[in-house]
């Protein structure tokens, strides 16, 4: 804030050209403080609405279907080895054609390359394997 006092000169005052800030500074703190008040309370937590009573058990075992890559990328269906892609391409896809699809469980060895790992998964997404999940994740905890 600027503040004359008198001038030397004896003549017309200056004219005082500065902004008085204290009004703009009270509205705005008025303003932060509705906008604090306003704003709903946020959770930390998500609400999920649950089911209630025991779930109704199977009717049949589920069919587990265990793929295996070894350290030098080799897969194995069963602990049957696959000759190429394509035989294990062609079985990912008689699998997904079934009305109720088996599990699928990959297990990949840990000294195995991630591209031999990504190209089985690429598989059995592009061919319409819904049920697969990964076995193992142990092994890789330090």
């Known amino acids: 804030m600027a503040m004359n006092v008198g001038s030397s000169s004896g003549g017309e005052p200056e004219v005082m050209m500065d902004i008085n800030t204290t009004p703009l500074i009270d509205v705005m703190l008025v303003l932060i403080i509705m906008l604090i008040i306003t704003i709903p309370v946020q959770l930390h937590s998500v609400n999920l609405n649950m089911p209630v009573g025991k779930p109704p058990p199977p009717l049949r075992e589920p069919v587990v279907v265990t793929i295996d890559i070894d350290f ?68 890789f905890v330090k």
């Open 72 to 139: 030098d990328g080799t897969v194995l269906w069963n602990g049957e080895a696959m000759v190429d892609r394509g035989v294990l391409e062609q079985r990912l896809s008689s699998a997904a054609a079934q009305p109720d699809q088996p599990e699928v469980h990959i297990r990949p060895n840990k000294l195995v390359e991630y591209k031999s790992v990504a190209a089985v998964l690429a598989s059995a997404q592009r061919l319409g394997i819904t049920k697969l999940g990964m076995v193992g994740n142990e092994q």
